[in-house]
């Protein structure tokens, strides 16, 4: 009697796991990696959150180091994004750090312009009407944006 409930206990454990294995492979959509650069006048910004939003589906997100790379993550700790066309925005750090006063220390030139206290202030037209779009590829992508506090005339 015990070698039958141990085993009937290994079939049901073993079909639970498949099933938890199916069940999430099968939601997520084919993903492509996404890198780049973000730049204000010509200077890498750090602290940028960086966010494609596919026309239908979940977004990815991303935020700028030091030199202005970001790399997105589809959901938890999952790189990637959503492959297809994506409407790009790009914001301040919704913390409100100031991670880029580093960069603009070590530069002559005056720094980015600030929204608030350790906010640099990104343009509408790369934010809320965001104007910008990329079209993500399966594997690697690279995705550079090299935005202008002052629109060119």
Same mark, same amino acid.
């Given at each position: 009697? =015990? ?10 454990? #073993? ?11 099968? +939601? ?13 006048? +010509?200077?890498? !910004? #750090? ?8 026309? +239908? ?30 409407? !790009? ?11 880029? $006063? +580093? ?11 600030? #929204?608030?206290?350790? =906010? !640099?202030?990104?343009? $509408? ?24 506090? =002052?629109?060119?005339?």
């Amino acid at each position: 009697m =015990k070698t039958i409930q141990s085993g009937l206990l290994a079939v049901t454990l #073993s079909m639970l796991a498949l099933n938890l294995c199916g069940c999430s492979g099968s +939601d997520r959509p084919e993903l492509g990696l996404v890198i780049g650069t973000i730049t204000l006048d +010509d200077k890498p !910004v #750090s602290g940028i959150v960086v966010v494609f939003q596919p026309d +239908d589906g979940r977004p990815a997100r991303g935020k700028t180091d030091k030199e202005g790379h970001y790399e997105l993550t589809y959901i938890g700790k999952t790189p990637g994004c959503k492959v297809g066309h994506n409407r !790009v925005q790009i914001a301040p750090n919704e913390e409100g750090e100031d991670e880029s $006063a +580093d960069a603009a220390d070590t530069e002559s030139a005056a720094p980015p312009k600030r #929204s608030k206290p350790g =906010k !640099v202030e990104i343009p $509408a037209h790369y934010n809320t009407k965001s104007e910008l779009e990329a079209d993500v590829q399966p594997g690697e992508n690279v995705f550079d944006f090299h935005l202008e506090s =002052k629109p060119s005339a």
